[in-house]
C-alpha cells in the first residue's frame, strides 16, 4: 500500500534538484570567470613581444580542473566573450574587438578550449585516488600544451609576421611560468575538493 506514493516521492524529486543544478552552475560560471579577470588585470610581467606573462592561464586551467570540461569551457568562454564585447577585463586593462589585432590573439582564443580540454583530462584523474595531484598537473599540463601554445605561436606568426621557429622562440620564454601556473592550479584544486566534496561529485 506505501509502494505508490514513495514512487510518486521518487518521481518529484528531480526537478528542483534540476533547478538547482542550473542556478549553481551559473554562479559557479560567472565566479570563476570573474576569477580569471581578475587574474588577468594584475600587474603583469612584460615581454619583448607585447604579450605579457599574467595569472590568466592560472585561472583558465583551474576553472577547467575545478568545474570540469563543460563548465570550465563555459567560464572562459564567458570571460573572453565580456572581454571582446568591451569590458576591460584583459591583461594590462585591455577589452574590445582592437585585442584581435595584438599578438596575444592566439592565446586569448584558445581559454576556452583550454579550459575545456583540462576539465576532460581532470575527469580520468580524479576518478583514482592516488596519484591525484601530479595527474591533475599532468592535466593542466597537457592542455595547456596541446591548446594554447600551438594558438599563441599562430597568433604571433600572424600579428608579428614571424616565422614558426621565431614564434617558437617567443613561446618558449613563457613556459617555465605556465609549469609553476599548473602546479599551482593542481594545488588549489586538490585543496577545493578536500574542503568541499560536493564540488568533485558535482563536476560535468
Same mark, same amino acid.
Given at each position: 500500500?506505501?509502494s505508490?506514493p514513495?514512487?510518486?516521492?521518487?518521481?518529484?524529486l528531480p526537478?528542483p534538484?534540476?533547478?538547482?543544478?542550473?542556478?549553481?552552475?551559473?554562479a559557479?560560471?560567472?565566479?570563476?570567470?570573474?576569477?580569471?579577470?581578475v587574474?588577468?588585470?594584475?600587474?603583469g610581467?612584460?615581454?619583448?613581444?607585447?604579450?605579457?606573462?599574467?595569472?590568466?592561464t592560472?585561472?583558465?586551467?583551474?576553472?577547467?580542473?575545478? &568545474?570540469?570540461w563543460?563548465?570550465g #569551457?563555459?567560464?572562459? %568562454?564567458?570571460?573572453?566573450t565580456? !572581454?571582446?564585447? =568591451? $569590458?576591460?577585463i584583459?591583461?594590462?586593462?585591455?577589452g574590445g574587438?582592437?585585442?584581435?589585432s595584438?599578438?596575444s590573439v592566439g592565446?586569448?582564443?584558445?581559454?576556452?578550449?583550454?579550459a575545456a580540454l583540462?576539465?576532460?583530462?581532470a575527469?580520468a584523474?580524479?576518478?583514482?585516488?592516488?596519484?591525484r595531484?601530479?595527474l &591533475?598537473?599532468?592535466?593542466?599540463? #597537457?592542455?595547456?600544451? %596541446?591548446?594554447?601554445h600551438?594558438? !599563441?605561436i599562430a =597568433? $604571433?606568426?600572424?600579428?608579428l609576421?614571424?616565422?614558426?621557429?621565431?614564434?617558437l622562440?617567443?613561446?618558449?620564454?613563457?613556459?617555465p611560468g605556465?609549469?609553476?601556473?599548473?602546479l599551482a592550479a593542481?594545488a588549489?584544486a586538490?585543496?577545493?575538493f578536500?574542503a568541499f566534496?560536493?564540488?568533485?561529485?558535482?563536476?560535468?
Open positions: 500500500m506505501t505508490a514513495d514512487q510518486e516521492t521518487d518521481v518529484a526537478a534538484v534540476a533547478r538547482s543544478s542550473v542556478s549553481t552552475d551559473i559557479l560560471i560567472s565566479t570563476f570567470a570573474a576569477f580569471i579577470a587574474c588577468a588585470v594584475l600587474p610581467i612584460p615581454t619583448p613581444s607585447g604579450v605579457p606573462i599574467t595569472l590568466q592560472f585561472g583558465v586551467i583551474l576553472a577547467g580542473l575545478v &568545474l570540469g563543460r563548465r #569551457g563555459l567560464t572562459a %568562454l564567458l570571460y573572453v565580456l !572581454g571582446l564585447a =568591451g $569590458l576591460p584583459f591583461a594590462e586593462g585591455t574587438l582592437v585585442v584581435l595584438k599578438p592565446y586569448l582564443l584558445a581559454f576556452p578550449f583550454a583540462a576539465g576532460a583530462f575527469g584523474a580524479l576518478r583514482r585516488t592516488s596519484w595531484y601530479p &591533475l598537473v599532468a592535466a593542466g599540463l #597537457g592542455a595547456s600544451f %596541446l591548446t594554447i600551438p594558438a !599563441g =597568433g $604571433l606568426m600572424a600579428r609576421g614571424l616565422s614558426a621557429g621565431e614564434a622562440a617567443i613561446d618558449v620564454v613563457y613556459w605556465d609549469v609553476v601556473k599548473n593542481a588549489v586538490v585543496a577545493v578536500k566534496p560536493d564540488m568533485l561529485r558535482s563536476r560535468r
